[in-house]
């Protein structure tokens, strides 16, 4: 069995967005969880005089932190159940006529392989 779930959570924040992607798989004995979700965030904006004052612009800016990677694993000896978590945390710039926006962004991929509960407990 294959099911696949993707919401788009909604915030009074319209500077926000978030989507979250969950899919379960059953296959013999064990059950597959993966989960994707992007948040991003509109952190700044600024309007230029010009379309092409961007690119001087770009060059005077204080540099954002590199992006960050995190991954971590977790396993449970006892069960064989398996964790494995990727984040990336970031910055990006979008620019829309006149205005460049600062966009911070998260992205998590999370898998999970776990044995099924038997169905006779």
Same mark, same amino acid.
């Given at each position: 069995?294959?099911?696949? $779930?993707?919401?788009n959570?909604?915030? #009074?924040n319209?500077?926000? %967005?978030?989507?979250?992607? /969950?899919? +379960? *798989?059953?296959?013999?004995?064990?059950?597959t969880?993966?989960?994707?979700?992007?948040?991003?965030?509109?952190?700044?904006?600024?309007?230029?005089?010009?379309?092409?004052?961007? $690119?001087?612009?770009?060059?005077t800016? #204080?540099p954002?932190?590199? %992006?960050?990677?995190?991954? /971590?694993? +977790? *396993?449970d000896?006892?069960?064989?159940?398996?964790?494995?978590?990727?984040?990336?945390l970031?910055?990006?710039?979008?620019?829309?006529?006149?205005?460049?926006f600062?966009?911070?962004?998260?992205?998590?991929?999370?898998? #999970?392989?776990?044995?099924q509960?038997?169905?006779?407990?």
């Amino acid at each position: 069995m294959r099911e696949i $779930v993707v919401r788009n959570l909604t915030s #009074d924040n319209r500077l926000e %967005r978030d989507c979250l992607i /969950t899919e +379960r *798989m059953e296959q013999g004995d064990y059950t597959t969880r993966i989960a994707r979700r992007c948040t991003y965030r509109i952190e700044s904006s600024t309007t230029l005089p010009a379309l092409q004052d961007s $690119v001087g612009w770009a060059k005077t800016l #204080d540099p954002q932190p590199a %992006r960050q990677v995190f991954v /971590t694993k +977790r *396993m449970d000896p006892d069960t064989g159940d398996e964790c494995v978590v990727y984040k990336v945390l970031g910055h990006l710039y979008v620019v829309m006529d006149r205005v460049v926006f600062c966009v911070g962004f998260r992205h998590t991929l999370s898998m #999970d392989i776990g044995s099924q509960p038997d169905p006779t407990l």
